[in-house]
C-alpha cells in the first residue's frame, strides 16, 4: 500500500527557507491523486499549505502563497515543499498527504493517506 | 472562502455514551465534507468523505449526517480508542483550496 514519508532539516533560521520532500513508496506519484502539504502549529489544528499534481499543476492557500512553492520529481517519485522568509510562527508539524477522488461527483475527495509528520523549529 | 466551524471545542464523555459532533460551514458545501480523527502524536486518519460515507476499515460506530451548511459525526457508543480529536474539512473548487475546522477534542469524562 502507498505509504509517505517527510524528511528535512528539524530546524531552521528565521529569515531562511524551509526545505521538506516527501517520499511516495507502494504506488506512483504520477497516479490520478494530488499531493498535498499540511502543518499543525504545537498544540494547535491543521492548516493546509498547497498541493500538487505530477503534472506540475499547483494550489496553495492564499494566506501563505507568496511565500510557499511545491515542486515534484517523478524520477525519484517524491514532491516538495520550499517556504521562505520563515518566522516563529512557521514552528510546525509538517505532514505530507495524498488526496484522493472517491468518484462520481467532482468534489468528492479527501486526503486518504498521510506521512507521519516532521517537526521543524524556526529559531537562531 | 469558506470558514467551517466546530462545535463543542470540547466533548466529555464516558466510555459507551453516544458521541455527537457538529461542524457548520459559511455557506454551502453541498455535501463535499471530509472528518478526520487524530490522536496524540500522531498523523489525522480519514474517518468519513462526502459527508456520510466510511473511508476503508473504519468502524462502523462512526457515521456522518448532513448537507449544505450543517453536518454531524456520530460515534454512537465510545470505544477507548477514540478519544481523540476530530476535524471537519472540505475543498472550495474556484480556485481549488482546502480548509479545516478548529477541531473538536472528545475526552474521558
Known amino acids: 500500500q502507498v505509504q509517505l514519508q517527510e524528511s528535512g532539516p528539524g530546524l531552521v533560521k528565521p529569515s531562511g527557507t524551509l526545505s521538506l520532500t516527501c517520499a511516495v513508496s507502494?504506488?506512483?506519484?504520477?497516479?490520478?491523486?494530488?499531493w498535498s502539504w499540511v502543518r499543525q502549529p504545537p498544540g494547535k489544528g491543521l492548516e493546509w499549505i498547497g498541493e500538487?499534481?505530477?503534472?506540475?499543476?499547483?494550489n496553495y492557500n492564499p494566506s501563505l502563497k507568496s511565500r510557499v512553492t511545491i515542486s515534484v520529481d517523478k524520477s525519484k517519485n517524491q514532491f516538495s515543499l520550499k517556504l521562505s522568509s520563515v518566522t516563529a510562527a512557521d514552528t510546525a508539524v509538517y505532514y505530507c498527504?495524498?488526496?484522493?477522488?472517491?468518484?462520481?461527483?467532482?468534489?468528492?475527495?479527501?486526503?486518504?493517506?498521510w506521512g507521519q509528520g516532521t517537526m521543524v523549529t524556526v529559531s537562531s | 472562502e469558506i470558514v467551517l466551524t466546530q462545535s463543542p471545542a470540547t466533548l466529555s464523555l464516558s466510555p459507551g455514551e453516544r458521541a455527537t459532533l457538529s461542524c457548520r460551514a459559511s455557506q454551502s458545501v453541498s455535501s463535499y465534507l471530509a472528518w478526520y480523527q487524530q490522536k496524540p502524536g500522531q498523523a489525522p486518519r480519514l474517518l468519513i468523505y462526502?459527508?456520510?460515507n466510511r473511508a476503508t476499515g473504519i468502524p462502523a460506530r462512526f457515521s456522518g449526517s448532513g448537507s449544505g451548511t450543517d453536518f454531524t459525526l456520530t460515534i454512537s457508543s465510545l470505544e477507548p480508542e477514540d478519544f481523540a480529536v476530530y476535524y471537519c474539512q472540505q475543498r472550495s473548487n474556484w480556485p481549488r483550496t482546502w480548509t479545516f475546522g478548529q477541531g473538536t477534542k472528545v475526552e474521558i469524562k
Open positions: 498527504a495524498r488526496v484522493t477522488w472517491f468518484g462520481e461527483l467532482p468534489l468528492n475527495d479527501a486526503f486518504d493517506i
Open positions: 507502494g504506488g506512483s506519484i504520477s497516479s490520478s491523486n494530488w
Open positions: 462526502d459527508a456520510s
Open positions: 500538487i499534481y505530477h503534472s506540475g499543476s499547483t
